[in-house]
Structures are given as structure tokens and as C-alpha cells.
């Protein structure tokens, strides 16, 4: 069923902080907007009507980055001071300080369990940290300069960072190990993170690029230039569909993954913009920037609900567990016809251009054009249809009530049109049959790998004591 795009549209602006406004997250439950500032001060923003904001004072500079805990229980901040601190998001304000970097802490996130978190600094380090001990737990040591971001996979197995010296490293949460490293950028890295699957990761650069690079295959697959100066932050939304951009070319860029393609230009501060964030559920995005304002917005652009197709999907029989979002989203590596596998999008479809106030009507440069009628892949993403909508098409409403049924206008026999829904279903239990192999042999590898390390450190013990006899 085709759907037609609508416009996103600014549904409030929050004024409180006194400068620049530098990161921005929406708690789990979306009923709260956290974001930091250059005046020290952490605001927690009430999103219900006439609720009142709090104001958290205890960093003594400029705070950098934030993030719910996933139970939304707790907010991480860091900050130029050198710490981090847990606070508790009421009016009590309270908070713990965590310190064991020795410059300024770049980022701050909670791992997917709650129980770790993740910092990168100036000191050229990643440091991971124990939620519930309130301890430091190990130091991530290989960049050469200033890292600029750190973030944990879906699954808390890796953990990415980028930093000054123009390199993105992947690294093993268990052996704590760099197990991969993408370069190919003209000036430092400045934000990195996960897809919602986990199976790609996103790189923004001061050389105004984004990049996406496929973890599995190691290869950069999207390779975007829309923004005329260097790209700050982004977000993804948690369907992992759309990709949202902050630019000090003072624009907010919205990306369409699955088409490869840029789909708006959003123009609403004055000045560098310095976070984008995706609320959890997508409803909502909330900018902030030079200019001290909070901008909430309205996503409107997605109108697939992806949690209920998803909750749709694991209530059908399944040969094994429940699908996963790879049971939605196969895993087949997309072949653009770019030159060296990359999409390059240089050219703006749409701009919009608000003021601080929320505007009454939106309209685009160009008319919403309906973009679901084919199945489209790019990062080994498709869509799939709700059966119950697929069921709901099969009939059209006439005037009076009537309904009229979708073979007479196409003149296909419900003879075909049940063949095809079978073959359908047998290709959607294969997605799942092929899901669940790909876990399996990821596990085998695991305990091969486990095998293997042992097999060696018995050898080399064996050596040790031939040594030690002779």
C-alpha cells in the first residue's frame, strides 16, 4: 500500500539555556527532553502541557553530552570539567560523580542494559564504567588524538569511536580489543553510531560527509555530501530507515536510507546546529544549537508504525524463537550503482525554512510524493507489509457502503492472488529460517574461537615447561 509523505512540522521551541546548546535525548517514555549547554547547566524538559522544567547545576564547564538510562531512571551527563555525572531526573536534582579521565569528556552513553556506560575524552581514551558500582571498569587506549565520540553496539558486544586523528574504530567489548578501523576521511570525526540493528555504523566529519560502513562486510556502503560545512551530529530513527543531520551550515538534513537519497532541508536555527536527537518511539525530533534554542519537531514523514509490524510479525508460527528486526530487514548486502559501492547525494529535494514560533501550515518546494509502491532496499533493508492492511486493500469502499472487491479493477483471478500470498508466507518463514541460522553460526564461531584460544594457551603452557625442564 503506497503511502503519501507528509512534511515534518516544529511543534514547540523551549528557551531556558543562556548558551549554546550542545547535546540533546528524549527519555524512554518521551514524556521528558533532557539536553546540556555551554552555560553548564543540565535542563530537563517536561513535554506534557504546562509542566514545569528542571534545572540541574553541578558542572563547573561546559557539558557535553547526555543520555537517558533505558529505563529512564537515571541521565548521564559529561562534561569539559573532566566527569561525568548520574543524576536523578526530579525536582531533587540529585547526582553522582564519576572521574577517571584527565581532559575534557567529549560523550557520555548507557549501554542497552543499563549497566555500563561509555565515555570518550580529550585524553585520547575510551573509558567504559559500571552503572550499579559506580566504578571505573577499563580504559579503550588506541586513537592518537582528541576522540569525539563513543557508542555502544545494540547488543553492548562492540563499542565505536571516532576522534581528531580522522580514524573510526570498532572495538570488542570482551577481549577490549580494536578489531577494526575505517579511515578515508579529510578532517576529524565527529560523531559515530549504531543502526538500530547493529549491523552497520554511521560517521559524520568536519569534511561536511556522512558515511555509513557495514560492519559485516567492512565496506562503506552510503557515502552522502548534502551539507556545506562540516556535519556535527545525526541520529537514526529507530526503524533505522531515516537518518537525521546537524550541520554548522546551521541545517538540519533528513536522509532517506532506504532510497539513498536526501528528502529535506530543515532551516529553524541561527547558527551552527550541535544535536539531533530521535525520540525512542520516532513520533519526535528535538534539535538544538548556537543559537540556545530547543526546537521539538514533529516527524510526520514516517508513516509505517515499524513496532506494530514488528509485534505483528512474532505473533505468527515461527519454526524457532520469535523473528527479530532482521526478519523485517534481511540481511543481503545492497549493490548501488555508485562508484565504488557508494550512493553520493549532492543535491537537496526539498527546504523548509521556520522561524522561532510554531508555524500553522507547512508546505514543501515540492508535493509529497508517494514512495512506498515497490519494496526498496539499501544497507540490506525492505520494507514488508502488515497482513492485516494487505487484507484491508482487497476491497474498495464505494459510496453507501458497498465494498468492492480489488480483482474486479485488476482482473487478477483469487485463485492467483492466494497462490502468491503463499508463496509470500513460505518466503517470509525462509527469512526466518535464515535469521535464525546466522544466530546459530554465530555462536558456533564463538566457541570455535574459544576453542582455539585455549587450544593455544595449552601450548604455550606445554612450551613454558619444556623450557623450564631443558
Known amino acids: 500500500m503506497a503511502s ?4 515534518p512540522t516544529l511543534e514547540r521551541h523551549f528557551k531556558g539555556h543562556k548558551d549554546v546548546v550542545s547535546c540533546a535525548d528524549f527519555s524512554p517514555n518521551n514524556k521528558q527532553l533532557a539536553t546540556g549547554s555551554c552555560d553548564k547547566n543540565l535542563m530537563i524538559w517536561n513535554l506534557t502541557p504546562k509542566a514545569r522544567a528542571f534545572r540541574f547545576v553541578g558542572h563547573t564547564d561546559i ?21 561525568v555525572r548520574l543524576w536523578t531526573p526530579s525536582i531533587k536534582g540529585e547526582s553522582t560523580v564519576f572521574k577517571a579521565h584527565t581532559a575534557s569528556v567529549r560523550s557520555v552513553q548507557f549501554s542497552s542494559d543499563g549497566q555500563r556506560l561509555v565515555t570518550a575524552s580529550d585524553d585520547k581514551s575510551v573509558k567504559v564504567w559500571g552503572v550499579e558500582r559506580k566504578k571505573f571498569l577499563y580504559s579503550l587506549n588506541r586513537h592518537t588524538n582528541w576522540v569525539r565520540c563513543a557508542r555502544f553496539s545494540p547488543d553492548g558486544r562492540l563499542v565505536a569511536s571516532c576522534g581528531d586523528d580522522r580514524t573510526v574504530r570498532l572495538w570488542d567489548t570482551s577481549s577490549r580489543q580494536c578489531i577494526n578501523i575505517f579511515t578515508d576521511y579529510g578532517g576529524s570525526a565527529t560523531f559515530v553510531d549504531f543502526n538500530s540493528s547493529g549491523t552497520c555504523i ?22 552522502y555530501i548534502v551539507h556545506s560545512a562540516g556535519v556535527n551530529c545525526f ?20 536522509l532517506d536510507l532506504l532510497e539513498g537519497r536526501l528528502i529535506y532541508t530543515l532551516h529553524g536555527h541561527k547558527g551552527p546546529v550541535l544535536a539531533v536527537a530521535f525520540s525512542r518511539d520516532g513520533d519526535l525530533f528535538a534539535s538544538g544549537g548556537a543559537d540556545s534554542q530547543v526546537l521539538m519537531w514533529k516527524t510526520n514523514f514516517d508513516s509505517l508504525n515499524y513496532k506494530v509490524l514488528l509485534s505483528r510479525h512474532r505473533k505468527r508460527v515461527t519454526p524457532d524463537p520469535p523473528p527479530h528486526l532482521m526478519d523485517i530487514y534481511p540481511r543481503s548486502h545492497h549493490r548501488h550503482s555508485a562508484q565504488n559501492g557508494t550512493v553520493e547525494v549532492i543535491n537537496d529535494n526539498r527546504s523548509f525554512n521556520f522561524g522561532p514560533h510554531i508555524p ?19 544497507l540490506g533493508w525492505t520494507h514488508t507489509r502488515p497482513r492485516e492492511e494487505e487484507d484491508e486493500d482487497q476491497h474498495e469502499r464505494l459510496p453507501g457502503g458497498m465494498t468492492t472487491s480489488r480483482e474486479e479493477h485488476s482482473g487478477i483471478p483469487s485463485s492467483l492472488n492466494s497462490t502468491l500470498e503463499n508463496i509470500v508466507q513460505q518466503l517470509d518463514i525462509l527469512t526466518q529460517t535464515v535469521a535464525v541460522l546466522e544466530e546459530r553460526l554465530t555462536l558456533t564461531e564463538d566457541k570455535l574461537r574459544t576453542c ?11 612450551l613454558h615447561l619444556f623450557f623450564f625442564l631443558f
Do not use: C
Open 452 to 462: 582455539l584460544d585455549n587450544q593455544v594457551l595449552g601450548t604455550l603452557q606445554i
Open 63 to 83: 557539558i557535553t553530552g547526555v543520555h537517558f538510562s533505558p529505563n529512564g531512571s537515571l541521565v548521564a551527563s559529561s562534561s569539559r570539567d573532566q566527569t
Open 202 to 223: 554511521a560517521s559524520s566529519g568536519a569534511d561536511n560527509t556522512l558515511k555509513i560502513w557495514d560492519i559485516r562486510t567492512n565496506k562503506l556502503i552510503q557515502h
Open 360 to 378: 500553522q501550515d507547512v508546505r514543501s518546494h515540492d508535493s509529497a510524493t508517494s514512495r512506498r509502491d515497490q519494496p526498496i532496499s539499501s
Open 235 to 254: 541520529s537514526f530513527h529507530p526503524s533505522g530507515n531515516y537518518l537525521i543531520s546537524g550541520s554548522s551550515d546551521s541545517t538540519m538534513k533528513i
Open 4 to 7: 503519501v509523505m507528509e512534511d
